[in-house]
């Protein structure tokens, strides 16, 4: 496994895949324009990030790729949303 950081926007996207124990899927893209939308998935620590989440919020993800190319997150941090900001 490679370990890898990123930092993206969370692209208002996640669903509960599994509640024991809790794994969650979430869709973020990078921060560079017209980019692929990157498709992650977390289980450490998941109900935290899930609460955390606002619309836009950018993300500090280390993780690394698994097999079906989804990003699995080992750890993150949540920063403030792009709307909050700006007001």
Known sequence: MHEQS?????DNQSKILKWDPLMLYVRVRPLEEDAAPIHC????HALTLFYQLQPD???????????????????????????????
């Not at 990123?6 to 969370?10: A, C, D």
């Open 57 to 87: 919020a950018r993300l500090a993800l280390y993780g690394h790729y698994n097999r079906r190319h989804q990003f699995v997150i080992t750890k993150f941090m949540v920063g403030t949303p792009v709307q909050s900001l700006a007001s």
């Open 6 to 10: 990123l930092t993206v926007k969370y």
């Open 41 to 44: 998935i977390v289980v450490k």
